[in-house]
């Protein structure tokens, strides 16, 4: 490592990886700009580009970091309904969610609904919108998953909006990485 200097080793190109079965994905910047690790009054550019492609857990990753940061989506109060109370879906759901857990070093909750919509939401079978929340901060709780809220909004720049607080979140666990090796770097 000597001779290294961190400017050398953060990423100048990062690559969002997006689940294949994501019907309607987040949509990502083409580049994000980050403080330089060495100098704070600079900044960095880093190109964001995308793929697809079918990922064994989650949702979204970084490219070369599948097993770090890992962002599963749920995308509406119904969709939360279902995944937790549907009879063939709250199994599929579970080991879904234990696989991200055990494979992701940071696995993501990242709900595109917020609270308050979730508890005003009409749910199926008359269910108390209070429940679902019971529910989903008790998955929360039992896989240890952090939980990101980004309501989208609908629209195409609250979807970007979502797109680039993730894409900041995945860069960040990989740059802990650097941080680590020089603790002068820490925030």
């Known amino acids: 490592m000597a001779g290294k200097t961190i400017q050398n080793e953060y990423p100048k ?17 083409t580049h994000v700009r980050i403080p330089d690790p060495r100098n704070a009054r600079k900044e960095c550019l880093i190109d964001v580009a995308i793929t697809k492609r079918k990922l064994d857990y989650g949702d979204y990753c970084l490219e070369g970091y599948e097993h770090g940061c890992v962002i599963e989506r749920k995308a509406s109060a119904l969709e939360l309904y279902t995944n937790l109370f549907g009879y063939k879906d709250k199994e ?25 919509k979730i508890m005003n939401a009409k749910l199926p079978h008359d269910t108390d919108p209070e429940i679902l929340m019971n ?14 809220w980004l309501p989208g909004r609908g629209g195409s720049c609250g979807r970007r909006t979502m797109g680039l607080t993730m894409v900041h979140l995945m860069l960040e666990h990989v740059m802990i990485r650097y941080y680590r090796k020089d603790p002068r770097l820490i925030i």
Do not use: C, H, N
């Open 13 to 29: 190109k990062i690559t969002v990886v997006v689940d294949t079965r994501e019907q309607y994905p987040v949509r990502f910047p």
């Open 135 to 148: 529910k989903l901060m008790g998955m929360v709780a039992r896989y240890g998953l952090g939980l990101l």
């Open 92 to 116: 599929r759901q579970g080991r879904a969610l234990a696989k991200l857990v055990k494979e992701a070093e940071k696995p993501y909750l990242m709900l595109e609904v917020s609270p308050s």
